[in-house]
């Protein structure tokens, strides 16, 4: 039977603790993928389906909508299972969404397949943060969320553009079916080496009762609400930035779409430890990162075109890239950790309005970048980004308490 227990402050990362954060990494990498397996998907699946690509590229924002709406109130509905039972729930419901979507034999069931793993994204990512921050002491919490934040970092690197591949190779239902595989595996995987975990006894005696609003969560979700809707709105588009604005185009922009992602994995490593010593400085560090690499390509964007600058403005285009990949990839783990910290008596429940948050994001990113990139021009779009990012820095860096890591007790 495996242990229900913290291990022990002196030795945290024990070999059964890597394996089972491990096995929570792979649930977010795979929940990731399946997420944005449409994008790399969407001429293949149009075609098949015989549908337009514009009504394809509608399966991701709202598979955004589904998941913003859904997650607090089914974290609240599960919130007297165990949390193992919870993932279990997510990881199946992928699993068969999944299957579903690969024997899709119109766009109607492919959309409610779709539908049915976005209810269930939200609320397996309010619980895989929770796991493995009791898997380990109050003073790894930080680097434990990074861990498992990886698998999302990984589905950016490996996943996503593998199961683009697969589409182009062998049609978008094989992909689909791999990525059914895999959730399978994991659920596995979770069963037997995820510990039961009931819930914390604070939270579910409050259940049912009338709690004060906690103002810094609130504030926390505000924050993350402005800061990935102005990463999405530049980010949904990136392709477009690589092309247009930094002038890599073909083969040489995959390889820089690959630099984006492990520059991500790259910054989270560095980042882990301090997350847990100075969370505030360490995510100032993060937006002013990010907001210096939307400054630059705003002002490539206004410069001139690709083919008339030189090879300075080029290397400087790619380094911004990279450097907006670090720094946004490192963000969501400092972000999540944060909710939990401001909301100990319910860190699931956080974690969950923390999501909601984040999905909100990403929704309000995508449509607005949409609209400015029709509107306004590719320069607009990235300079408005930029600011709202500032904006995000201004409003972490003028909060009092928020991020503040409270002190550890002595072990007994």
């Known amino acids: 039977m495996i242990p229900t227990v913290r291990p022990t402050a002196a030795h945290p990362w024990t070999p059964r603790v890597a394996v089972q954060l491990t096995v929570l990494a792979a649930a977010a990498f ?3 993928t399946a997420e944005l397996a449409p994008v790399g998907a969407l001429p293949a699946i149009a075609g098949d389906l015989q549908v337009s690509e514009a009504l394809v590229g509608t399966l991701v924002a709202g598979y ?5 709406v859904m997650t607090v109130p089914l974290v609240r509905l599960t919130a007297h299972w165990s949390r193992r039972r919870v993932l279990l729930l997510t990881l199946s419901t992928l699993t068969v969404a999944q299957t579903v979507s690969a024997l899709a034999p119109d766009f109607l069931v492919l959309g409610a397949g779709r539908v049915s793993s976005a209810l269930t994204h939200g609320l ?3 619980v895989i943060a929770p796991i493995g921050v009791r898997l380990v002491p109050p003073s790894h919490a930080g680097r434990a969320t990074t861990a498992v934040y990886v698998g999302s970092a990984l589905a950016l690197v490996v996943g996503s553009p593998l199961t683009a591949a697969m589409s182009q190779l062998w049609g978008w239902r094989p992909a689909f079916a791999a990525i059914a595989v895999a959730a399978a595996a994991i659920t596995v995987a979770a069963r037997l080496l995820i510990p039961t975990m009931p819930t914390d006894p604070a939270p579910r005696a409050g259940i049912g009762r009338r709690r004060r609003p906690n103002r810094r969560l609130h504030t926390l979700c505000g924050l993350t609400v402005v800061g990935v809707t ?3 709105i530049a980010y949904t588009f990136v392709v477009v930035i690589i092309r247009d604005v930094v002038g890599v185009s073909g083969a040489r922009l995959a390889w820089l779409l690959v630099a984006y992602g492990v520059a991500g994995l790259t910054a989270m490593a560095l980042l882990a430890r301090p997350l847990d010593r100075r969370p505030k400085s360490t995510l100032l560090a993060g937006l002013t990162g990010m907001s210096a690499a939307l400054i630059v390509l705003t ?3 206004m410069w001139a075109a690709p083919e008339g600058r030189g ?3 080029l290397v400087l285009g790619a380094v911004a890239i990279t450097l907006w990949g670090a720094m946004a990839t490192a963000l969501p783990p400092m972000l999540q950790s944060a909710a939990m910290r401001v909301a100990p008596e319910d860190s699931d429940g956080a974690s969950g309005l923390y999501v909601a948050a984040f999905q909100t994001g990403i929704m309000a990113g995508s449509l607005a970048g949409g609209f400015l990139y029709e509107t306004a021009g590719l320069a607009a779009m990235i300079g408005i ?3 709202l990012v500032i904006g995000a820095s201004a409003g ?3 909060s009092r308490g928020l991020f503040e890591v409270p002190p550890q007790r002595p072990p007994r």
Do not use: E, I, T
Request: hydrophobic share 85%; aromatic share 12%; glycine share 4%.
């Open 30 to 32: 795979v929940y990731v």
């Open 64 to 68: 955004a909508l589904v998941a913003a």
């Open 124 to 126: 397996m990512w309010s």
């Open 230 to 232: 102005a990463h999405f």
């Open 299 to 301: 002002g490539l964007a």
């Open 311 to 313: 090879v300075a403005a």
């Open 385 to 387: 980004a930029a600011l």
């Open 396 to 398: 972490v860096a003028a």
